[in-house]
C-alpha cells in the first residue's frame, strides 16, 4: 500500500517506484511528510521495518557502492561537523567512522575484515588498538590514551612529562586507578633522565612500593636497590635458604688445623674489642652484613669453641684424676 499524500516531487516518485518495485515494500507517509517503509505510523522522517524472518531479507537498509569508490554514509547539521560512516575502498575495505565528507579530518575508529577495532590508528593489530598523539614537550603534561569507569572508580592508562623536552626519556607510561577523584594504585613504566627503564609499583593514596629496575633489580621500600633484591623493612618468612659462596667450616676439625689458643684470642679482643673474623660493630652498622657469610662465621666460631671446651674438659678430667690420686695416696698414708 502505498500513500503519496505528503510525497512530492519526481525524487519521491523516482525512490517510491524504486521500493514498490520489490513488490513487498509498504510505503506509507503522514500529514508531517514521515515516510514509513513497512510500517504504517512512521515516528522519524524515515522509518524502516523489515517484516520478514527470512534471513536473506533481514536487512532494513543497504548501502552499495558499485565499481571503485567509498560507500559512505554521512551525517550533517548545517554549518556543523560532517560526520561518515562508510567503507574505505583505500585501506582494505576497512569500515570506518570519522569526520570529513571524505574522512580528511580524521579516520577516528577503524573496523578492520579481521574485526580487530582500531582507534587513532587506521592499522590496528589486535582486538583493540588505540593509538594517540605523543605527550607534550613541558613538565607535567599529561595525555590520556584510555578510561574506564565503573561507578566511583575509575582506570587511566596516560602518558606524563617528568622534565622539559621532547624525546622519550623523561616521560612515565601510567596505569592509574582513581576512586572518587583522588589517585590509588599505580603501576608506572618510567624512563628516566639517563634513559634508563624501570617500573615502580605504588599503593594506596600513591604509596610508593616497589621498583623494578632495568637491570634486573628489586627495590621493596626502596628506590636504589643495590642488590637482586632489596628490601627497606622487616621480612617475615617460614623459611629462608641461603646458598653458600664459601666452603663450610667443617675443616675447623681437621688435625692440621691451627686453633687460635684462648690467650691468643683474649689479646685480639682486648686491642680490637670484637672477635678475630666478625666485623665490628661500627662496620656491620655502616655496611650491613652478609647472612650467609655471618652464619658460616658464626658457625667457625662455635665449631672452635667446641674445640676448646673438648680441650678444657679433657684437662679437668686430668686434674680430677691426680687430684682423686692425691686424696686416695693421703687416705692410705693415714
Request: charge should be negative; aromatic fraction near 6%.
Amino acid at each position: 500500500m502505498v500513500n503519496l499524500s505528503s510525497i512530492k516531487g519526481p525524487i519521491s516518485l523516482v525512490f517510491i517506484c524504486v521500493l514498490v518495485s520489490f513488490g513487498e515494500a509498504q510505503i506509507i507517509t503522514d500529514t508531517g511528510s514521515r515516510v514509513g517503509v513497512g510500517i504504517s505510523n512512521p515516528i522519524s522522517l524515515v522509518h524502516i521495518k523489515e517484516n520478514s524472518a527470512e534471513k536473506d531479507k533481514n536487512a532494513g537498509l543497504t548501502v552499495e557502492q558499485s565499481g571503485s569508490g567509498n560507500a559512505l554514509v554521512q551525517y550533517l547539521r548545517t554549518g556543523e561537523q560532517r560526520w561518515v560512516t562508510g567503507i574505505d575502498e583505500s585501506v582494505n575495505n576497512n569500515f570506518v567512522i570519522g569526520r570529513g565528507q571524505t574522512w580528511q579530518q580524521g579516520k577516528d575508529l577503524i573496523i578492520d575484515i579481521n574485526g580487530y577495532v582500531g582507534i587513532g590508528t587506521v592499522n590496528p593489530i589486535a582486538a583493540l588498538h588505540t593509538k594517540s598523539a605523543a605527550v607534550g614537550t613541558s613538565v607535567d603534561d599529561i595525555k590520556i590514551g584510555a578510561k574506564f569507569e565503573v561507578g566511583r572508580q575509575k582506570l587511566e592508562f596516560k602518558s606524563i612529562r617528568t622534565a622539559n623536552g621532547t624525546e622519550w626519556k623523561n616521560t612515565t607510561l601510567k596505569l592509574q586507578a582513581i576512586i572518587d577523584n583522588t589517585n590509588h594504585q599505580s603501576i608506572d613504566f618510567v624512563n628516566d633522565n639517563n634513559y634508563l627503564e624501570h617500573i615502580d609499583l605504588y599503593t594506596g593514596n600513591q604509596n610508593f612500593s616497589t621498583r623494578f629496575t632495568y637491570d634486573g633489580k628489586v627495590g621493596i621500600g626502596t628506590t636504589i636497590p643495590d642488590s637482586k633484591l632489596t628490601v627497606k623493612g622487616n621480612i617475615h618468612a617460614n623459611e629462608v635458604k641461603v646458598d653458600l659462596l664459601v666452603p663450610g667450616p667443617d675443616y675447623v676439625f681437621d688435625e692440621d688445623y691451627e686453633l687460635l689458643s684462648l690467650n691468643a684470642t683474649k689479646k685480639y679482643i682486648a686491642e680490637n674489642r670484637h672477635l678475630p673474623e666478625i666485623p665490628s660493630a661500627m662496620t656491620m652498622e655502616e655496611n650491613g652484613i652478609d647472612l650467609g657469610d655471618m652464619n658460616i662465621k658464626l658457625l667457625k666460631k662455635i665449631e672452635e669453641l667446641t674445640l676448646h671446651l673438648i680441650e678444657q674438659n679433657e684437662r679437668v678430667e686430668k686434674l680430677e684424676k691426680q687430684i682423686s690420686a692425691l686424696q686416695n695416696k693421703n687416705t692410705s698414708g693415714d
